[in-house]
Each structure stands twice: as structure tokens, then as C-alpha cells.
């Protein structure tokens, strides 16, 4: 059963920096897709940054140069590194997996198949 535990959420000021954690388990991360989405209150669910199993990483237009999506295939670690946060980043964040490529699905107009429980950050001014 896959299995995906962020961490790494919390406070912080506006200019801050995050870095988020995902282990993945019950399967093998490479021969996965895995990205980061969040959810800001009263909004939906958007992907900001993803990895396909090629290693091809995309970024929502809006976050380039703010955020770095990594993974670390021997630890199953999939990290979101977050600098000069802004309080329109407040978001809960998802990690997600799928063994589908993210443009395909995208495409399809779905959602990933596989979410973690998500972890909190708070960006305040």
C-alpha cells in the first residue's frame, strides 16, 4: 500500500524559507511521479511543483524561482524547498504520487492517485 508522510510545515514570517519532507513507502519512489500541491483556504487544490519518473520537473508558472522540488531516490524522499514565502503561500501542502506521468493525467483533467495527509504552512506579513 503506497504510503507518502510530509513534514517540515510550520510558521513563518513573510521572507522565510521552508523545507518540506515527504517519505514515500510501499513502492519504489524512482518509478514513480511525485509532486507537491497545496490548498489555500476557500480555494482548490493546485499542483506547484512536480517530478516525473524521467526526472523532467515542471513548476506552477507563478512559483519558479521560489521554490526547488528534489527527490532523493535511495532515502524514497521527495523535499520542496520554499524561499521568500509570501502569506498568499499559506496553504496546507500535499504530497502526491502516481505512477501515470503528471502531464498525462493533467491532460486527462484528474487528479493524482496517491495524496499524504498534508502539512500546514503559515506565511503571516
Not at 493525467?105 to 503571516?124: D, F
Amino acid at each position: 500500500q503506497v504510503q507518502l508522510v510530509e513534514s517540515g510545515g510550520g510558521s513563518v514570517h513573510a521572507g522565510g524559507s521552508l523545507r518540506l519532507s515527504c517519505v514515500a513507502s510501499g513502492y519504489t519512489s524512482h518509478t514513480y511521479c511525485m509532486g507537491w500541491f497545496r490548498q489555500a483556504p476557500g480555494k482548490e487544490r493546485e499542483g506547484i511543483a512536480v517530478i516525473e519518473n524521467d526526472g523532467r520537473i515542471s513548476y506552477a508558472d507563478s512559483l519558479k524561482g521560489r521554490f526547488t522540488i528534489s527527490r532523493d531516490n535511495a532515502k524514497n524522499t521527495l523535499y520542496l524547498q520554499m524561499n521568500s514565502l509570501k502569506p498568499e503561500d499559506t496553504a496546507m501542502y500535499y504530497c502526491v504520487a502516481d505512477f501515470r506521468r503528471f502531464s498525462f493525467i493533467q491532460a486527462l483533467g484528474v487528479m493524482p492517485s496517491y495524496w499524504g495527509q498534508g502539512t500546514q504552512v503559515t506565511v503571516s506579513s
